[in-house]
């Protein structure tokens, strides 16, 4: 059945040769099509934080899917293409709430995040019955999104750097979202400055059109 792809295109972190699925309806289709195409596993490089600082008030996503989410799994977002950010899922919960292993509160509307397919897509794009990619130091799998959630809130701009590349990820500022150092700790958007460093992935093509990814000349700010 299509929910059976993920398991088998992961057998042994290789994959069966081959996969021959009855699909019964247009939606089946785009499922097998996002199982298929998605990625087993993206690298993880240490981006260092260059700045952070407080933006004011602003529209942000929280991204409920239809599955559990464990330690260590996130969405990368982004505010350009070149350099996106893991964010962690609520699993842990907070002193002021209650673990919610479902959720990714994963940044201003103006966000990018990768879809399976590896294209890009604007956090104010998903809806639910859409898929989005989850990812961890120890692979990436597919999940379908339950409700996506648009409040104001306050908002922090974390400028990051790897290498020779930059970028930026605006979230919002509270306890309950969190980034990934290295070695997997927490860092909460509260407590985050610079000289910190977290996990974050930069694809190997830059530019973007329409989330596609294109090689050509583009800056991005």
């Known amino acids: 059945s299509p929910l059976e792809i993920e398991t088998l295109s992961g057998v042994l972190e290789k994959g069966v040769d081959g996969i021959i699925v009855s699909v019964n309806s247009p939606d089946e289709v785009d499922l097998v099509v996002d199982q298929v195409l998605a990625p087993s596993r993206?690298?993880?490089g240490e981006a260092e934080v260059v700045e952070v600082?407080?933006?004011g008030l602003g529209e942000r996503?929280?991204?409920d899917t239809t599955s559990i989410l464990?330690?260590?799994?996130?969405?990368?977002v982004g505010s350009t293409s070149s350099l996106l950010a893991l964010i962690h899922n609520e699993s842990p919960g907070s002193a002021l709430t209650a673990p919610r292993p479902f959720r990714v509160n994963a940044g201003a509307i103006h966000s990018y995040t990768l879809a399976p397919d590896g294209s890009t897509k604007y956090l104010s794009e998903l809806r639910a019955g859409d898929r989005v990619l989850i990812v961890s130091k120890r692979?990436?799998?597919v999940v379908s999104i339950?409700?996506?959630?648009?409040e104001r809130r306050p908002l922090r701009l974390i400028r990051i750097g790897m290498g020779d590349i930059e970028g930026s990820v605006i979230i919002q500022n509270a306890e309950t979202i969190m980034l990934l150092a290295p070695d997997e700790a927490l860092i909460p958007a509260t407590e985050i400055k610079p000289g910190d460093r977290i996990l974050a992935h930069t694809p190997k093509v830059k530019a973007r059109h329409f989330g596609r990814a294109v090689d050509?000349?583009?800056i991005e700010r």
């Open 146 to 150: 339950g409700r996506v959630k648009i």
């Open 42 to 44: 993206l690298e993880l």
């Open 61 to 63: 996503a929280c991204i």
């Open 70 to 76: 464990s330690a260590g799994e996130g969405m990368l």
């Open 139 to 141: 692979g990436a799998r």
């Open 53 to 55: 600082r407080d933006v």
């Open 216 to 218: 050509e000349f583009i």
